[in-house]
T-cell receptor, first 110, second 113 residues
Framework: DSGVTQTPKHLITATGQRVTLRCSPR?????VYWYQQSLDQGLQFLIQ???????AKGNILERFSAQQFPDLHSELNLSSLELGDSALYFC?????????FGPGTRLTVL | DAKTTQPPSMDCAEGRAANLPCNHS???????VYWYRQIHSQGPQYIIH???NNETNEMASLIITEDRKSSTLILPHATLRDTAVYYC??????????????FGKGTKLSVIP
């Protein structure tokens, strides 16, 4: 158990819909990262927040957005969903050089 | 971040040492070598990282060549639970828990009974 929690574990939705994935980092970790893992693209870094502020952006689509709240939990919002957005979404947190990953949310878009 | 090259797959007998190579010939002086692994579809797990010197922890050892262009992750006594995809990642660590991981395809290690 990494100490990072993600909800929900599974999400099934339809194309065009909007969903929100939630991540609670380890206690005391100020950085939160979001990653997407799909069969064809592998594990890709999406975005990082540090203490409430966006720190770095990766291959995040404009339809996707994220935020980190004062209690340091983070949410990843995915809108206008397409079939290709079906993937595992991981959140990670860190305070030092090691990133701790959560168990992931499996999103299926039908 | 520098690119890395790893063999797509390797086998290792249970109880033997697993040596996983990684080439990173374009690594810069301030870039670290990280190793993570992913067991099935679980979240990736940190193993070890280093800059220049060899490193060892309770999970593994990391051997970095003197020119830093390649490294080897060593699992001293592989068990069936070590079957996973192992990722070698080179990245710049900017402090305060701030760095990004660029995952490649990794090496699929199969530990055989």
């Amino acid at each position: 158990d990494s100490g990072v929690t993600q909800t929900p574990k599974h999400l099934i939705t339809a194309t065009g819909q909007r969903v929100t994935l939630r991540c609670s980092p380890r206690s005391g970790d100020l950085s939160v990262y979001w990653y997407q893992q799909s069969l064809d693209q592998g594990l890709q870094f999406l975005i990082q927040y540090y203490n409430g502020e966006e720190r770095a952006k990766g291959n995040i689509l404009e339809r996707f957005s994220a935020q980190q709240f004062p209690d340091l939990h983070s949410e990843l919002n995915l809108s206008s969903l397409e079939l290709g957005d079906s993937a595992l979404y991981f959140c990670a947190s860190s305070v030092g050089p090691e990133q701790f990953f959560g168990p992931g949310t499996r999103l299926t878009v039908l | 971040d520098a690119k890395t090259t790893q063999p797509p797959s390797m086998d290792c007998a249970e109880g033997r040492a697993a040596n996983l190579p990684c080439n990173h010939s374009t690594i810069s002086g301030n870039e670290y070598v990280y190793w993570y692994r992913q067991i099935h579809s679980q979240g990736p797990q940190y193993i070890i990282h280093g800059l220049k010197n060899n490193e060892t922890n309770e999970m593994a050892s990391l051997i970095i060549t003197e020119d830093r262009k390649s490294s080897t992750l060593i699992l001293p006594h592989a068990t069936l639970r070590d079957t996973a995809v192992y990722y070698c990642i080179v990245t710049r660590y900017s402090g305060a828990g701030s760095y990004q991981l660029t995952f490649g395809k990794g090496t699929k290690l199969s530990v055989i009974p």
